[in-house]
């Protein structure tokens, strides 16, 4: 079982920067997906950014140049670094981590307890 910790979030005024981090509490697992949801008052969580193993890092259009997404999967542990934001950026971030089990032949996924998010003057 893989138990993901978010740290890292707080209130901030637009134009500011934050950095969340994330990192597993125990076990160790072959992590292939791992990232950042987010999920405002009122809508439906949605992807902000994730990695995968190789390296490859996709970003939702709403963030790309502004947040950088770098991880580690072997450790499981990655960080969401946020610049320039804006009140739109108000969320809870959840920590999001996916493995793939060729014997039960699906994906596991794995979630933390989300961190909030301000962005306000």
């Known amino acids: 079982q893989v138990q993901l910790v978010e740290s890292g979030g707080g209130l901030v005024q637009p134009g500011a920067s934050l950095t969340l981090s994330c990192a597993a509490s125990a076990s160790t697992a072959d992590i292939d997906v791992m990232g950042w949801y987010r999920q405002a008052p009122g809508k439906q969580r949605e992807l902000v950014a994730s990695?995968?193993?190789?390296?490859?890092?996709t970003y939702a259009e709403s963030v790309r140049g502004r947040f950088t997404l770098s991880g580690d999967l072997a450790k499981i542990s990655n960080s969401l670094q946020m610049n320039s934001l804006k009140p739109e950026d108000t969320a809870v971030y959840y920590c999001?981590?996916?493995?793939?089990?060729?014997?039960?032949?699906?994906?596991?996924?794995?979630w933390g307890q989300g961190t909030l998010v301000t962005v306000s003057l």
């Open positions: 999001h981590a996916e493995r793939y089990s060729e014997y039960a032949e699906r994906y596991f996924e794995y």
């Open positions: 990695i995968r193993t190789g390296g490859t890092v």
